[in-house]
Structure formats: structure tokens, C-alpha cells
């Protein structure tokens, strides 16, 4: 009976695991546990680990003392206690992480050029702060930086640590946007701006915004909103969330709004791109800049930009919507 009793348990077991845990069962060497298909993971044994070179201690510059950029390309941009730090795309391009703070906010930006999905990580994990590195892996061509902390591998669009000592582990994202360079110069001439001097630009250096769309994650899908069809300014807002965004320049910002709060899109008074019915004004990174809740924050959401095609290899999509 308990010979029995044992098999039945054992099918059972079986049958509820899925195609990637069963993978995992078959692995011999517990250090080789991944939560997604190994075989899906492209250079998994860290052979490329650190060939593409993060940048560990990131040099800036003023809006006034940069050369380079144009006024249409892309760069990322995060505030926080009062300081606009801003990373460019063709920086990004040929680094992919960024290990950078903000007094004692630890972060990393990460880029994947394959899925142009960029993120802000926190690296404070498990109360300890880490940095991050290129480990050279992709899955579903997107980046996989390791924690060197642990040697841990993580997916990045999937915010979660597939192997390793933090398995299972997600990251907490910081709210970062995507704009463009004439935004930045109008808006934010007391930025700090991400300089490289390996970095020499060429025609390659361009990016565009074709095929992009900025998702909203939810517990079970995503909402996605086109770049493409991006109007002069505009704010949409869907239940707790208002989107607003520019074709001018480049960006969608996402908010939580405020019961019993009405907003109104504002345009040609940067940084100023919002106001509601309190007598509030808002910048795209949803700091009150004028007004009774001056200095308060809005409410982030998670949200970053990707190819359509990578929104949809990581992720079921919801909603498309369209400006």
C-alpha cells in the first residue's frame, strides 16, 4: 500500500510541473539551478562574463559642456532628492549596466540594445547594496546582468533572479524615462550628464523610437502605450493611472492619480507638463514644482520601454493603446 501510495505521489508531482521545471529536475548539480529553460539561455556558462564592460564609476558633465548629442537623441533620465542624472542611449549602447547612486540610493541602469528596454534597478538587495555586471548571456535576446555580490543571474525584463543564490528574488525598479536630448536642455539645464570618453559617435549611434511601446506591469499582463502615435501632449488617463506624453520630445510618464483629483495635460511650460484641480503643478517625473503640495511626489508605477516583439516573448499583453 505504501509502495503504492509513493508512485501515486510521484505522477502527481510529475504531472504539475511545468516544461522548465521538469528541465530543472533533471539537473545533476544543484548550483545549476535556473527557474527558466537553460537551453533557452545563450553563452550560460558565463564564458562572456564582463566582455561588454559596465561602468563602475560613471563621470558626468553639465547640460552646458556637452558636445555631442543632438537635440532628437535619446537619453535616460531619473530624478531624485532634487537631482536629474541623465545617461545616453549611445553610452548605453556600448556599456548596457551603469552602477551609479544618488546619495543613498544605489541604482544600475541597464540597456539591452537587441529589446531597447531600459531599466532603473535598485541594487540595495536583501539589505545589501551590490553592483551589477554584463554576464554576456540572453535570454530571449534580452540582457542578463549578474549581481556580483552572488554571481546571481538575473533576467532583466522579467525583473527576477533566475539562478543562483537569490533565485526567484525581484528586483525593485526606480522610476526612470525615456526622452530626448532637446528635452532635457529645456527642462533640466541643471542636470548631470553621463560622459564616456571612449565615445565616439557614428551613423550607427542613431535611435529611434519605431516599434517601441512603454508598458505598465500588472499582476498578470501588461498595458502597452505607442511612442508612434504620440501626440503634441496629451495625458490619458485609465482608472487609477494617468499616461501623459509628448512626440516633441520623446517621452511617456506614468502616475498613479489621486482620488477625488482631476488632471489636465500642460504644454510649452517645461518642466511643468501637468496640472490638477488642487492648484498643482507637475513635472514628468511627478515632483510637484509649484503649488500648496510643492515638493510631494506623485505616485510611481512600474513601467519601462521595449520592442513590441520582446513585450510579447516575456509577457501576456493586455490592453494597446494609442495617443
Same mark, same amino acid.
Given at each position: $500500500?505504501?509502495?503504492?501510495?509513493?508512485?501515486?505521489?510521484?505522477?502527481?508531482?510529475?504531472?504539475? #510541473?511545468?516544461?522548465?521545471?521538469?528541465?530543472?529536475?533533471?539537473?545533476?548539480?544543484?548550483?545549476?539551478?535556473?527557474?527558466? *529553460?537553460?537551453?533557452?539561455?545563450?553563452?550560460?556558462?558565463?564564458?562572456?562574463?564582463?566582455?561588454?564592460?559596465?561602468?563602475?564609476? *560613471?563621470?558626468?558633465?553639465?547640460?552646458?559642456?556637452?558636445? @555631442?548629442? @543632438?537635440?532628437?537623441?535619446?537619453?535616460?533620465? %531619473?530624478?531624485?532628492?532634487?537631482?536629474?542624472?541623465?545617461?545616453?542611449?549611445?553610452?548605453? !549602447?556600448?556599456?548596457?549596466?551603469?552602477?551609479?547612486?544618488?546619495?543613498?540610493?544605489?541604482? =544600475?541602469?541597464?540597456? #539591452? *540594445?537587441?529589446?531597447?528596454?531600459?531599466?532603473? %534597478?535598485?541594487?540595495?538587495?536583501?539589505?545589501? +547594496?551590490?553592483?551589477?555586471? +554584463?554576464?554576456? $548571456?540572453?535570454?530571449?535576446?534580452?540582457? /542578463?546582468?549578474?549581481?556580483?555580490?552572488?554571481?546571481?543571474?538575473?533576467?532583466? $525584463?522579467?525583473?527576477? #533572479?533566475?539562478?543562483?543564490?537569490?533565485?526567484?528574488?525581484?528586483?525593485?525598479?526606480?522610476? /526612470?524615462?525615456?526622452?530626448?536630448? =532637446? /528635452?532635457?536642455?529645456?527642462?533640466? *539645464?541643471?542636470?548631470?550628464?553621463?560622459?564616456?570618453?571612449?565615445?565616439?559617435?557614428?551613423?550607427?549611434?542613431?535611435?529611434?523610437?519605431?516599434? $517601441?511601446?512603454?508598458?505598465?506591469?500588472?499582476?498578470?499582463?501588461?498595458?502597452?502605450?505607442?511612442?508612434?502615435?504620440?501626440?503634441?501632449?496629451?495625458?490619458?488617463?485609465?482608472?487609477?493611472?494617468?499616461?501623459?506624453?509628448?512626440?516633441?520630445?520623446?517621452?511617456?510618464?506614468?502616475?498613479?492619480?489621486?482620488?477625488?483629483?482631476?488632471?489636465?495635460? +500642460?504644454?510649452?511650460?517645461?518642466?511643468?507638463?501637468?496640472?490638477?484641480?488642487?492648484?498643482?503643478?507637475?513635472?514628468?517625473?511627478?515632483?510637484?514644482?509649484?503649488?500648496?503640495?510643492?515638493?510631494?511626489?506623485?505616485?510611481? +508605477?512600474?513601467?519601462? !520601454?521595449?520592442?513590441?516583439?520582446?513585450?510579447?516573448?516575456?509577457?501576456?499583453?493586455?490592453?494597446?493603446?494609442?495617443?
Amino acid at each position: $500500500m505504501r509502495t503504492l501510495l509513493n508512485c501515486i505521489l510521484f505522477v502527481q508531482l510529475f504531472i504539475g #510541473c511545468t516544461q522548465s521545471d521538469i528541465s530543472l529536475l533533471n539537473e545533476d548539480d544543484e548550483s545549476d539551478y535556473w527557474i527558466i *529553460p537553460k537551453k533557452e539561455v545563450s553563452n550560460n556558462d558565463f564564458s562572456n562574463k564582463d566582455h561588454i564592460v559596465s561602468i563602475d564609476k *560613471p563621470k558626468f558633465i553639465s547640460v552646458d559642456e556637452v558636445k @555631442n548629442l @543632438n537635440e532628437t537623441d535619446l537619453v535616460f533620465a %531619473i530624478k531624485e532628492n532634487n537631482i536629474v542624472k541623465v545617461y545616453p542611449i549611445q553610452i548605453m !549602447s556600448g556599456h548596457e549596466i551603469i552602477n551609479d547612486s544618488i546619495d543613498n540610493l544605489y541604482f =544600475a541602469v541597464s540597456y #539591452c *540594445p537587441q529589446t531597447k528596454s531600459g531599466i532603473c %534597478i535598485n541594487r540595495k538587495i536583501r539589505n545589501k +547594496v551590490t553592483e551589477f555586471g +554584463v554576464s554576456g $548571456m540572453l535570454y530571449k535576446e534580452n540582457l /542578463m546582468p549578474y549581481d556580483r555580490n552572488t554571481e546571481s543571474i538575473w533576467s532583466q $525584463m522579467l525583473g527576477k #533572479c533566475v539562478k543562483g543564490q537569490l533565485v526567484t528574488e525581484e528586483f525593485e525598479t526606480i522610476m /526612470m524615462i525615456s526622452t530626448n536630448w =532637446a /528635452m532635457i536642455k529645456e527642462a533640466y *539645464p541643471d542636470a548631470l550628464v553621463l560622459t564616456d570618453d571612449s565615445f565616439k559617435r557614428s551613423k550607427s549611434d542613431n535611435v529611434s523610437y519605431g516599434g $517601441m511601446y512603454l508598458g505598465i506591469i500588472q499582476r498578470f499582463d501588461i498595458e502597452l502605450y505607442s511612442y508612434e502615435s504620440l501626440k503634441n501632449q496629451w495625458a490619458i488617463i485609465e482608472g487609477r493611472e494617468i499616461v501623459i506624453g509628448n512626440n516633441l520630445y520623446s517621452y511617456i510618464s506614468v502616475f498613479k492619480a489621486s482620488a477625488g483629483v482631476t488632471y489636465k495635460a +500642460v504644454s510649452d511650460s517645461l518642466p511643468v507638463v501637468l496640472s490638477d484641480s488642487n492648484g498643482n503643478r507637475i513635472d514628468v517625473f511627478g515632483y510637484v514644482v509649484a503649488g500648496p503640495d510643492k515638493g510631494l511626489r506623485l505616485e510611481t +508605477v512600474s513601467f519601462y !520601454s521595449a520592442l513590441y516583439w520582446a513585450w510579447e516573448d516575456f509577457y501576456e499583453i493586455g490592453n494597446i493603446w494609442e495617443f
